[in-house]
């Protein structure tokens, strides 16, 4: 039989195949529509009397089930509907979990959400060995929590510490780790998944489900006792990560707790949670990441055109930059790679950092040996140009020195060939400044990442009045390859994430030098909902690189842009952060856990730290700045959209996802009452705290970014 997503064939071996496949779609998802076609399939089942067994695919060439439709979620007005949706699957996964003959489920490709809570409703799970295949309940992700089933039916089977572990941070697992946790029962080569499955059918129904259990795990799980020791440590855990600012994991750790009772109780709770966080406006935020994501991903930066193929790159520069720049390079991309550099410390010191990554999974058993030194056959280096003819893109990492760079865009003039790319990963200097130097200004561009590389998931891709419209298509298209999720902005100093993070920084100074204690800042803007703080981040990134580009930002953008007469004298003594052991925190290697303020700081600026102000308040006057600031980008086109906007400010700073980033903030809040906000700090400290142009017009229109 046939129904317009599903398709059942019954062979000879009377083992019914479901396939799913969702016509016109690249992935399927479940929808609340495919309610009557399941039933449908659930009564021809029923009338099948001598069937020996089911086995559930997917008929999509390279993805099981990605999950519940997002845009479905989003769509719902009311927390009746999101409880009735929920409820609605449960039966249906019920009924597939009770039907007299054996479930399995072939699963080849990614297998999320409530993908997997239809897996898991069947008796057993056959997955394909292919790398394309990972399993996980990602919905913490999405502000919410697995409302098929998944909170019940995964404990069940793997374990209260497993299953926290899974849904808490939303990981997906490749198939060794699905199989090795008992997610799925075996893996096997996609060309052998169905006949596999079928095989599986014959071992009958499932009788008892019970996690493999050991050691403390199940001294622990098996007692009341114990479980509240996981749960108590879980919660604990997940509110000093989230500072209380996302309300799904304790809503998930609630469910849990319900798992060991009977079935329907818990999965009415799980129904319940998850109708009020599908509402919460943490989840349309992060579901508004997910969009803006996903539509980003088919954007070339450039209209129309078609990117060039780079089956070739070189980094100028082998250090902290240069060498993780190489690694997304040969490690996600899969391009070869030619580290330059003027010494052989410096290609060795990028090499051998990516080796240590690599070996490291090598000895966890995530990438084999092979691949391991196929990935480092990848990545050469060289002191001279050679070797680099046929490079497509040289990406310099080098220092920010005007000079340096334009003897480096004639030198790869000279050396590589025509249609080389050069991108530039300055932080401060203007590109079209940079490709003053060029016979061929169309193939120069900005390529800025952010540290450390391997890690941060934005790039800004900036072209300058010349820049061709092939020259940004490809470089947008190689930024993907390696990961990154890439925005276009205009040449403008700092470009838009160091521009609305300066104001920020300067603000957080300020406070400082008013006498509010650095911790303490610190841990107000944590609460707020940023990952480290601004002075932790200023030692982070080194106190000399902040007063190099300060004045370069004043000069362009103007005296707003003035950081406090701070960084000469911390300069003078010596601290620039990290980097050299000395800065606003002590950084002594042997101390465990969280490093104190070298308070010899405060003498050096000449405060005296006895600062009154509220964590509300101290948080408040940092983030004001940004917001304005990145508002005045959007009026400049120094950004295309809000939505680059904010992808780049939670993908760049960590701007607090669960906000949806400054643009969604100020929705959410309303452009006049930032300006009041504002307003009220220029009555007191002056004219760097003036609403710009385009939020007064705003304010007076009360109109939003977002519709
Ligand atoms: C009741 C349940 O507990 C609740 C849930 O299940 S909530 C959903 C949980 N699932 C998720 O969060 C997974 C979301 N999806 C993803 O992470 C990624 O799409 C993926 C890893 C599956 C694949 O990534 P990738 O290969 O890069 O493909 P990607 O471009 O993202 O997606 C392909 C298409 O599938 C769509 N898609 C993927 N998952 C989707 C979902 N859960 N809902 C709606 N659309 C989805 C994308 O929008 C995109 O559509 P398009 O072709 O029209 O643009």
């Given amino acids: 039989m046939k129904t317009k997503s599903f398709e059942v064939t019954v062979a000879e071996d009377r083992i019914a195949v479901i396939t799913m496949d969702v016509p016109g779609e690249t992935m399927n998802t479940l929808r609340s529509e495919f309610g009557d076609e399941v039933r449908e399939i659930l009564d021809y089942l029923g009338s099948l009397s001598d069937l020996a067994g089911v086995v559930f695919t997917s008929g999509k060439a390279d993805s099981f089930i990605a999950g519940a439709d997002i845009n479905m979620l989003a769509a719902c007005t009311t927390r009746e509907d999101v409880y009735r949706l929920s409820r609605d699957g449960h039966k249906l996964f019920n009924e597939l979990a009770g039907l007299k003959v054996p479930v399995v489920a072939a699963i080849h490709g990614p297998c999320l959400g409530g993908g997997l809570e239809l897996a898991l409703a069947c008796d057993y799970r056959v997955i394909s060995t292919s790398p394309k295949t990972v399993l996980g309940l990602p919905e913490v992700q999405l502000g919410i929590l697995p409302g098929g089933g998944g909170t019940q039916r995964l404990p069940k089977l793997v374990g209260i510490a497993k299953s926290l572990d899974m849904m808490l941070t939303g990981k997906q697992l490749r198939p060794k780790q699905a199989v090795k946790l008992g997610v799925a029962d075996e893996m096997v080569p996609a060309t052998v998944l169905l006949e596999v499955a079928k095989k599986w059918v014959a071992k009958g129904k499932r009788r008892k489900i019970q996690p493999r259990l050991k050691g403390v795990e199940k001294l622990l799980e098996m007692t009341p006792v114990g479980r509240n020791v996981i749960y108590d440590q879980a919660l604990k855990t997940v509110m000093k990560k989230t500072m209380g600012n996302y309300p799904a994991p304790a809503k998930i750790i609630d469910c849990v707790k319900a798992a060991s009772g009977e079935l329907d109780q818990g999965l009415k709770l799980e129904a319940s949670h998850f109708a009020d966080l599908v509402m919460s406006a943490e989840s349309a935020a992060l579901r508004s990441i997910f969009f803006a994501t996903t539509e980003m991903k088919k954007e070339t930066g450039a209209g129309d055109v078609k990117p060039a193929r780079v089956h070739k790159a070189m980094v100028l520069g082998g250090g902290l930059m240069g060498g993780g720049i190489a690694n997304v390079t040969a490690v996600k991309a899969k391009v070869p790679v030619r580290?330059?550099?003027?010494?052989?410390?410096?290609?060795?010191?990028?090499?051998?950092?990516?080796?240590?990554?690599?070996?490291?999974?090598?000895?966890?058993?995530?990438?084999?040996?092979?691949?391991?030194?196929?990935?480092?056959?990848?990545?050469?280096?060289?002191?001279?140009?050679?070797?680099?003819?046929?490079?497509?893109?040289?990406?310099?990492?080098?220092?920010?020195?005007?000079?340096?760079?334009?003897?480096?865009?004639?030198?790869?003039?000279?050396?590589?060939?025509?249609?080389?790319?050069?991108?530039?990963?300055?932080?401060?200097?203007?590109?079209?400044?940079?490709?003053?130097?060029?016979?061929?200004?169309?193939?120069?561009?900005?390529?800025?990442?952010?540290?450390?590389?391997?890690?941060?998931?934005?790039?800004?891709?900036?072209?300058?009045?010349?820049?061709?419209?092939?020259?940004?298509?490809?470089?947008?298209?190689?930024?993907?390859?390696?990961?990154?999720?890439?925005?276009?902005?205009?040449?403008?100093?700092?470009?838009?994430?160091?521009?609305?993070?300066?104001?920020?920084?300067?603000?957080?100074?300020?406070?400082?030098?008013?006498?509010?204690?650095?911790?303490?800042?610190?841990?107000?803007?944590?609460?707020?909902?940023?990952?480290?703080?601004?002075?932790?981040?200023?030692?982070?990134?080194?106190?000399d690189v902040g007063a190099k580009i300060s004045p370069i930002l004043e000069a362009e953008l103007g005296a707003r842009f003035a950081s406090p007469p701070a960084f000469a004298k911390l300069l003078a003594d010596g601290r620039k952060g990290r980097k050299n052991g000395r800065g606003f925190y002590q950084f002594d290697a042997k101390k465990k856990g969280k490093k104190p303020v070298d308070e010899s700081v405060y003498k050096v600026l000449g405060v005296n730290p006895d600062g009154r102000l509220s964590d509300s308040e101290l948080s408040e006057r940092c983030v004001v700045q940004m917001l304005n600031e990145a508002v005045r980008c959007l009026d400049e086109g120094i950004i295309a959209s809000a939505r680059d906007g904010d992808i780049g400010a939670i993908f760049g700073i960590g701007f607090p996802p669960f906000l949806g980033g400054p643009f969604r903030y100020i929705d959410s809040m309303g452009p006049a009452r930032l300006v009041d906000l504002l307003r009220g700090y220029e009555a007191r400290f002056g004219e760097r705290f003036a609403p710009c142009e385009r939020l007064l017009a705003m304010a007076e229109a009360d109109q939003r970014f977002y519709g």
Avoid at 391 to 399: C, H, K, P, T
Avoid at 447 to 475: D, N, Q
Wanted: proline residues 5%.
């Fill in 339 to 543: 580290i330059k550099d003027i010494s052989h410390q410096g290609i060795s010191a990028a090499l051998s950092s990516t080796w240590k990554q690599l070996d490291k999974k090598v000895k966890r058993r995530h990438i084999s040996v092979a691949e391991r030194d196929r990935t480092m056959s990848m990545m050469t280096g060289t002191t001279e140009y050679s070797g680099v003819k046929d490079v497509d893109i040289v990406v310099e990492a080098v220092f920010e020195d005007l000079k340096l760079k334009h003897q480096m865009v004639r030198d790869v003039e000279q050396y590589c060939g025509e249609n080389t790319i050069f991108a530039s990963n300055t932080s401060s200097l203007p590109i079209g400044q940079i490709a003053e130097a060029a016979s061929r200004p169309d193939k120069v561009i900005g390529l800025h990442y952010f540290s450390p590389v391997e890690k941060m998931p934005l790039v800004e891709v900036i072209a300058h009045r010349g820049t061709s419209p092939e020259t940004i298509a490809t470089t947008v298209a190689f930024a993907k390859k390696q990961g990154k999720t890439p925005i276009v902005v205009q040449d403008c100093a700092g470009f838009y994430v160091n521009r609305i993070l300066a104001p920020y920084m300067n603000e957080a100074a300020n406070l400082v030098l008013e006498g509010e204690p650095i911790d303490k800042l610190d841990k107000a803007l944590v609460k707020f909902g940023f990952p480290v703080g601004p002075v932790t981040l200023l030692d982070e990134v080194g106190i």
